[in-house]
């Protein structure tokens, strides 16, 4: 049996081509929304991931925060107390400093010397007194200079000679001299320094 084919076939064959292109654009169109929508999906999640670290992040900075906050009391606490502390073992020092001057004094003060006023400003500390001779002076200058962990920079500021009489009218020539040192507070103070006695206190070492 023949079939003979009546309708144009070239306009067949075109619609068929325009119904297949239509098909695979319609087809391509799903398959493009498909992806996006996948690709949106996947964006969305790690958009959310992200989010999500940010916002555990955040927690975490704000408890750093609070104790970055709590060791900054701390050390400003600490940085208190150490400021009273050294505010109280100032006090402790100073109370103490006459009685270890005085002890000072008598150990570094020669034979032939004898102190007859000693007066404090501050740190500083005026000394007048008589010695037998000038070497008596010096050897006083350098024993406050080198051997004493409490004075320093001893300076001279007036020596002279005088003359005074002894118990049998003799005269004597002895040297009246004032000189300023300076009081310090040495890095390790001496241990079982005890107050001297009252009456060396006054004035010379013998």
């Known amino acids: 049996m023949i079939l003979i084919n ?59 925060d609070g104790q970055i906050r709590d060791i900054a009391n701390l050390r400003a606490e600490i940085d208190a107390l150490k400021a009273r502390q050294a505010a109280v073992e100032n006090l402790q020092t100073d109370r103490n400093l006459p009685v270890y001057l005085m002890d000072e004094l008598v150990r570094q003060t020669p034979e032939g010397v004898y102190l007859t006023s000693i007066r404090q ?33 001893p300076e001279l500021a007036e020596i002279k000679s005088t003359t005074v009489s002894g118990p049998n009218r003799e005269q004597r020539r002895l040297f009246e001299f004032s000189m300023r040192v300076t009081l310090k507070r040495p890095q390790a103070p001496a241990p079982g320094a005890s107050a001297p006695a009252a009456p060396a206190s006054a004035a010379k070492s013998s």
């Open 121 to 153: 400003n501050g740190q500083l500390i005026a000394l007048t007194g008589i010695a037998q001779s000038n070497e008596r002076v010096s050897e006083f200058l350098r024993n406050t200079a080198y051997n004493s962990p409490w004075l320093e920079r």
């Open 6 to 64: 009546l309708l144009p076939h070239r306009e067949e064959k075109r619609r068929q081509r325009k119904r297949a292109f239509f098909v695979g654009l319609g087809a391509a169109a799903i398959g493009g929304l498909v992806v996006v929508g996948l690709w949106y999906s996947v964006l969305q999640q790690m958009i959310s991931a992200q989010n999500s670290r940010n916002d555990f992040l955040k927690a975490e900075i704000t408890r750093l």
